[in-house]
């Protein structure tokens, strides 16, 4: 539902048309011309400031000197951008050689008599193996992993562990737990490591340096996440319980924790609303929907264009009815044929600006390399020329970029509403 973002970039905020994905890649598509833009700016410097050294003692050339020096101070220079720290997450991993972690044999559970909420729930968790567990809320999702962690018994059922298991475990109140008076060190080293290994764990958290000594009652709902995920990596384990790990935490740690998960060589099981975790982690799902509980084996994709949640369609009254929405009913493959006869056309069109643009950006590398020839020979007239094709390229290639942003959004457009349709 975006139509803008705003976005805190270096400091500065930024509003841009669009979703969050087409403003970091605005951004970056930015930094990375300013740069080449820099770099070859900083080469022609180099240059110019050599002519200058050279002859700025001759009598005869001490005119055209004057006038280099003169357009180098009106030219000013670029700064090179900061690089901006990457935060990392990485899991210490238990060796494990066994074919199974885990195993949860036909385990039931409820809160209240006759009312389960899990039952007759069997599955494994082997070594690579991410599982995401997807459902409503309330449904028991939390719960199921509350079982698998000891922190609730169930009322049937077995749950057995390999003898090499050693599991990490993120609760969603665990946040809430944090001592607000420590620090963020004290807090990584009541988990048993030592000062040093803390610092560097809160390093990869970005709280390097005197930030690592925060006090947690003075950290964000954010920061308190990340602190929170940082207390599993001081475990070494081969088995990782996460409940919506994702809730507070910013896109690019996100990002960074979908990495850290997809790189585990252990099992990981973990509640989450998030579909781009799901999309990215899951090869095995545990589905609670309908009041039932299930095991799919697939990822979440595939879930929901083969069965997709019953609770959220629409059930017919009668037999015609069914027969009916069924006809009526798109085969999965079909929609994917009529999304490409749909998108074909537009991705073309876009590959073909992309080519263009590439061609204009050529075009401005050479007019770079006269516009330096000019200067070189002190053609004022030539170099006032080619300072104004520039800009004319500049805008050439800012408006097939425009182009180019509406043709993806209309492809976006085009594949919301066929996934809608399924």
Not at 158 to 183: A, C, M, V, W
Not at 356 to 364: D, T, V
Not at 386 to 412: C, F, H, N, P, S
Request: proline share 2%; with cysteine.
């Amino acid at each position: 539902i975006t139509t803008h973002t705003v976005a805190i970039h270096r400091f500065k905020f930024r509003k841009i048309k669009g979703t969050p994905q087409k403003c970091y890649a605005q951004i970056q598509q930015e930094e990375t011309i300013y740069e080449r833009t820099r770099q070859n700016e900083s080469k022609s410097r180099a240059k110019q400031e050599k002519f200058i050294r050279e002859f700025r003692s001759g009598a005869r050339s001490a005119g055209l000197v004057q006038s280099r020096i003169k357009m180098l101070e009106k030219q000013g220079q670029k700064e090179a951008l900061g690089k901006i720290p990457p935060i990392h997450f990485r899991f210490a991993e238990a060796h494990f050689n066994g074919a199974k972690l885990a195993e949860a044999t036909s385990l039931r559970f409820g809160y209240e008599v006759d009312q389960d909420l899990i039952k007759k729930l069997s599955f494994e968790i082997r070594p690579g193996e991410k599982i995401g567990i997807i459902g409503q809320n309330g449904a028991g999702k939390t719960t199921l992993l509350q079982l698998l962690s000891g922190h609730l018994k169930s009322t049937a059922g077995t749950i057995k562990y390999h003898s090499n298991t050693h599991f990490g475990y993120f609760g969603q109140s665990n946040i809430e737990r944090l001592d607000p008076l420590k620090n963020i060190v004290e807090t990584l080293t009541d988990e048993g490591i030592g000062e040093q290994a803390a610092r560097s764990i809160a390093g990869n958290l970005l709280f390097s340096g005197d930030l690592a000594y925060k006090k947690i009652g003075k950290l964000s709902g954010g920061e308190k996440a990340r602190v929170n995920l940082g207390r599993i990596f001081t475990k070494v384990v081969n088995l990782l319980y996460l409940d919506e790990p994702t809730n507070h935490l910013d896109i690019e740690s996100i990002e960074a924790l979908i990495e850290a998960v997809q790189v585990f060589d252990g099992g990981v099981v973990f509640v989450s609303h998030n579909e781009q975790s799901l999309r990215s982690c899951a090869d095995k799902l545990i589905v609670f929907d309908a009041g039932k509980v299930f095991v799919f084996m697939g990822g979440y994709d595939e879930f929901l264009a083969k069965k997709g949640f019953v609770s959220e369609i629409e059930k017919p009254t009668s037999t015609s009815e069914k027969l009916v929405k069924q006809k009526k009913s798109p085969v999965h493959r079909e929609q994917q044929k009529e999304l490409q006869r749909l998108t074909r056309p537009l991705k073309r069109k876009m590959e073909r600006l992309e080519k263009a643009i590439a061609l204009i950006e050529k075009e401005q590398q050479q007019n770079k390399a006269d516009f330096d020839i000019a200067f070189r020979q002190g053609n004022r007239l030539k170099m006032d020329t080619l300072g104004v094709t520039y800009q004319d390229l500049q805008v050439r290639i800012e408006k097939k970029m425009e182009a180019w942003t509406v043709l993806g959004e209309e492809v976006e457009a085009i594949t919301l509403s066929m996934t809608n349709q399924t």
